[in-house]
Nanobody
């Protein structure tokens, strides 16, 4: 059984920072891509940032230059450093890990940015 557990969400003022973490545990083989999606109220889930096993990254245009994704392969952990947060970043953030042809998801962590 594979589990992904996110942490680090919370309430922050606009302009502030948060760092999200996601630990993958269970019957894991070599993890390929890891990353973060988010879903704001009334909106569809959207990709925020993705990082491959080799360290290549891809960001949504809306977070480029403000968010940084990285991972620790030895710890099966992916991080999302979020700086210069805006109210429109308010959402539930979900991490995912992709391996053996399957994407596994966490239950999400809420990020609320007040204006």
């Amino acid at each position: 059984q594979v589990q992904l557990v996110e942490s680090g969400g919370g309430l922050v003022q606009a302009g502030g920072s948060l760092r999200l973490s996601c630990v993958v545990s269970g019957n894991i083989f070599s993890i390929n891509a890891m990353g973060w999606y988010r879903q704001a109220p009334g909106k569809q889930r959207e990709s925020v940032a993705v990082i491959t096993k080799g360290g290549s990254t891809n960001y949504a245009d809306s977070v480029q230059g403000r968010f940084t994704i990285d991972r620790d392969n030895a710890k099966n952990t992916v991080y999302l450093q979020m700086n210069s947060l805006k109210p429109e970043d308010t959402a539930i953030y979900y991490c995912f890990a992709h391996f053996l042809g399957t994407a596994y998801w966490g239950k999400g962590t809420l990020v609320t940015v007040s204006s």
